[in-house]
């Protein structure tokens, strides 16, 4: 009984890491629609700039074309679909939906991790707040996934106490 406890607080602590990572998005998502000429709070070497970051061609999706108009076309901030992101996980996971959870939070990760390969190799640059939500999807991902091992474990417990 402590362990189903302990299972269904986690998802407050998934829903809790969400609404940070809806803050680290709104402050980069603030950044990008910030004049590029402005220093942004976030610029703290030539290597970690989020400005630089947050209005590359690739801080949209889809990114932009090199001769495209900057302010042409429509194009999504990729801080706004975290925001969006981080939103769905924090639902999934105050439903208890422990496998949609996991699968978005997945998806997430892996999207976050093709961004942070963009920044080393293409860009050069760092963004702080991509690096913060880097991080706390990676401890979403985890916690979900540590939740659903745990579950698989009491289910095969039950599953043999029954034979």
Not at 56 to 74: H, I, L, N, Q, Y
Not at 102 to 122: N, R, T
Not at 126 to 134: E, P, V
Request: charged share 15%; with cysteine.
């Amino acid at each position: 009984m402590a362990e189903h406890r302990r299972i269904k607080g986690m998802k407050y602590l998934v829903a809790l890491l969400a609404v940070v990572g809806i803050v680290v998005s709104s402050m980069a998502l603030h950044v990008h629609y910030m004049d590029p000429a402005k220093a942004p709070p976030c610029a703290v070497t030539e290597k970690f700039d989020c400005g630089a970051v947050n209005h590359s061609r690739f801080a949209v999706f889809p990114p932009r074309t090199f001769d495209e108009d900057p302010k042409g076309g429509v194009h999504v901030p990729i801080a706004a679909l975290g925001i969006a992101g981080y939103a769905l996980i924090a639902v999934l996971a105050l439903a208890g939906w422990w496998w949609l959870t996991f699968q978005a939070s997945l998806i997430a990760f892996l999207f976050a991790g093709f961004l942070s390969y963009l920044e080393a190799y293409v860009l050069q640059k760092w963004c702080i707040y991509c690096l913060w939500s880097q991080g706390i999807i990676t401890a979403i991902l985890l916690v979900t996934g540590c939740v659903l091992a745990a579950q698989r474990m009491r289910m095969r417990k039950l599953a043999t106490v029954e034979r």
